[in-house]
C-alpha cells in the first residue's frame, strides 16, 4: 500500500495568518492527490483534488500543489470556519490511503 | 440534493457481527462505485472496502479481508457493510461515500455511524 505522511502533525494560527501543509507519499501517485477538511463530530469536505482542482463551492483561499510524491495545501488568510483537521488522500489506485491528518488550531 | 444515510452502527461484543446500511438519495445511485470508510476515535480516516458500480468488483482493505463483505442493492439505492468476527480494533465511525469517476475521489460523505466494539 502507498504510505502518505503530512506535515506537522498539529499547527496554531492566527485569523489572517497564511498556512501550508504538506502531504508525501511513499511512491509517485502523479497529480492523484486530494484533500479533504474535517470538523469535530462531521464528515470530511472534499477541498482539492487532482492536486490543484478545486471543488465548486471551495473558496479561493484554498489551493493545492505538487506532483510525484510532493504536495501542500495553503490557506491564504486564515479565515475562522477554517479551522479543522486537513487530511490528505490518494486515489492513485486500491487502496486509497489518507495521510494521518493535519490539525489547524486558533492560536 | 445528495443525501447518504448510514445506520445499523452499535455495541457489539468481540466476535460479534453487524450490518451496516447506507441508504442515498438525490442521484443515480446505479451509476456510482461505493466505499466504506472509517475512523477510530481520534485517529485518522481508513479506506474499509469498496464496491463498483453494478455490484460485480468489490476490494477490501487487508485489515477487514476475509471477515467484512461489501453489497449494494441498486433498486433499493442502498449500500450494505456485513461485518463479523469484530475486533476492538473495528471500533470506530463507519462513513459511506460516493466515488466521482470527475473529480477521481470521494465528493460526497454520510455522517456517519458508531461502531463500539467490547469485550
Known amino acids: 500500500d502507498i504510505q502518505m505522511t503530512q506535515s506537522p502533525s498539529s499547527l496554531s494560527a492566527s485569523v489572517g495568518d497564511r498556512v501550508t501543509i504538506t502531504c508525501r507519499a511513499s511512491q509517485s501517485i502523479s497529480t492523484y492527490l486530494n484533500w479533504f477538511q474535517q470538523k469535530p463530530g462531521k464528515a470530511p469536505k472534499l477541498l482539492i483534488y487532482a492536486a490543484s482542482r478545486l471543488q465548486s463551492g471551495v473558496p479561493s483561499r484554498f489551493s493545492g500543489g505538487g506532483s510525484g510524491t510532493d504536495f501542500t495545501l495553503t490557506i491564504n488568510s486564515l479565515q475562522p470556519e477554517d479551522f479543522a483537521t486537513y487530511s490528505c488522500q490518494h486515489s492513485y489506485r486500491s487502496p486509497w490511503t489518507f495521510g494521518q491528518g493535519t490539525k489547524v488550531e486558533i492560536k | 440534493e445528495v443525501l447518504l444515510v448510514e445506520s445499523g452502527g452499535g455495541l457489539v461484543q468481540t466476535g460479534g457481527s453487524l450490518r451496516l446500511s447506507c441508504t442515498t438519495s438525490?442521484?443515480?445511485?446505479?451509476?456510482?462505485?461505493m466505499h466504506w470508510v472509517r475512523q477510530a476515535p481520534g485517529k485518522g480516516l481508513e479506506f474499509v472496502s469498496s464496491i463498483n458500480s453494478n455490484g460485480g468488483g468489490t476490494y477490501y482493505a487487508n485489515s477487514v479481508k476475509g471477515r467484512f463483505a461489501i453489497s449494494r442493492d441498486n433498486s433499493r439505492n442502498t449500500l450494505y457493510l456485513q461485518m463479523g468476527s469484530l475486533r476492538a480494533d473495528d471500533m470506530a465511525v463507519y462513513y459511506c461515500a460516493r466515488h466521482s469517476n470527475y473529480e477521481g475521489t470521494y465528493d460526497s460523505w454520510g455522517q456517519g455511524t458508531l461502531v463500539t466494539v467490547s469485550s
Open positions: 438525490g442521484f443515480s445511485f446505479s451509476s456510482y462505485s
